[in-house]
């Protein structure tokens, strides 16, 4: 959600404009937008491995998995 609202029209922007033209290209919205791209990138990639590594302890010890999760 917060991608949608802070990262995808300010990637959209900058992608069709040639130049930054919210404050100049050292504006704190180009910083900020910046910083929250590759969190939520990073907290994505971090929360799907976590998915995938519990549902394989889920298909690989399903006695041990009720107990360990």
Do not use: H
């Amino acid at each position: 959600m917060l991608c949608s609202i802070a990262i995808i029209p300010t990637s959209m922007y900058s992608a069709l404009a040639p130049d930054w033209q919210f404050m100049g290209d050292n504006s704190l919205i180009c910083k900020c937008s910046v910083y929250l791209e590759i969190v939520l990138f990073a907290n994505t990639a971090y929360t799907l491995a976590w998915i995938g590594i519990d549902r394989y302890a889920a298909l690989m010890k399903p006695q041990r998995y009720i107990y360990f999760f």
